[in-house]
């Protein structure tokens, strides 16, 4: 289908991140990225520099920072510093409101990070937030395209209403979000694990097998976010739960509710966090 091409055509002018975001990005997710790699992708970004020595406050030097945060918490200081920016932009094809997707992502991260206590695949809590920040990427891509459909999109979903919204996009577009933003991870050369996550999130069981605890967690996030009503747009809620989530974490309704009243408390914290320091 002619739109399905022309999105992914799209990607290489999409710039979700600064190009040493997406670097930090792909080194730090080696796993045995050594502290000498990432200060020097820190060193050439004065604005990722200068985030990163505000929160290891009073480190006089960006290496001092980066022992003092670790890489994780690197990775997290440079998405605050980029990824909020864009995705405050509103989703106009998905009829969503200015910041949705930032708060949606936020919410999302921040709940799979809680859900790894509860993982049965070991599942590392700084991996689930960054991969909860970044699933939806693909929605910045497509939104442009679903622009001038958005108002057939709900009509044809009610039509449709025993599949997910994926299933409308594809007929619609010829691709989906989670396409879309795998083209844009592997594009920018982010980890394995990122892309699985971009790509299957709302199909964890399609996952790979080395990254299939982190996609479940991301995919229940995913679910946390929306039913906390940090949703983005005509299609939140409407995505199928995968019913063997039970394989992968061991949760009860007590916990679920747990993981949903600490990601609105920790929400809240870091909202306000950002507020004062703007």
């Not at 003092?68 to 989703?91: F, H, I, M, N």
Request: aromatic share 6%.
């Amino acid at each position: 289908m002619i739109f399905g091409q022309k999105i992914l055509r799209s990607v290489r002018d999409t710039s979700p991140f600064s190009h040493s975001a997406a670097r930090l990005l792909s080194v730090a997710g080696k796993g045995n990225s050594t502290v000498e790699e990432i200060v020097k992708v820190v060193e050439c970004d004065a604005v990722l520099t200068a985030n990163v020595l505000k929160a290891a406050a009073p480190a006089a030097s960006v290496r001092l920072a980066v022992e003092t945060l670790g890489a994780k918490e690197v990775v997290r200081v440079a998405l605050d510093s980029c990824a909020s920016q864009l995705y405050q932009s509103p989703l106009e094809g998905y009829d969503s409101e200015k910041g949705a997707l930032w708060r949606h992502s936020l919410k999302t991260a921040l709940a799979a990070r809680a859900l790894a206590e509860f993982s049965k695949d070991g599942l590392d809590p700084g991996s689930a937030f960054t991969g909860g920040i970044l699933h939806d990427i693909g929605k910045v891509i497509i939104s442009a395209f679903l622009k001038d459909l958005s108002t057939s999109f709900g009509a044809e979903f009610l039509t449709h209403d025993n599949g997910s919204y994926l299933d409308v996009e594809r007929r619609k577009l010829g691709t989906d979000h989670c396409e879309a933003g795998a083209a844009l991870a592997e594009y920018w050369q982010l980890p394995g694990f990122h892309v699985d996550v971009i790509r299957a999130h709302h199909r964890p069981a399609e996952s790979r097998p080395e990254s299939i605890g982190l996609v479940y967690a991301i995919h229940l996030g995913d679910l946390v976010a929306m039913l906390s009503g940090a949703g983005t747009g005509v299609d939140s809620l409407k995505y199928q739960l995968d019913h063997n989530c039970a394989q992968h974490f061991d949760l009860t309704f007590e916990r679920l509710a747990q993981t949903l009243l600490k990601t609105e408390l920790e929400f809240e914290k870091l909202s306000s966090a950002m507020q004062s320091s703007d």
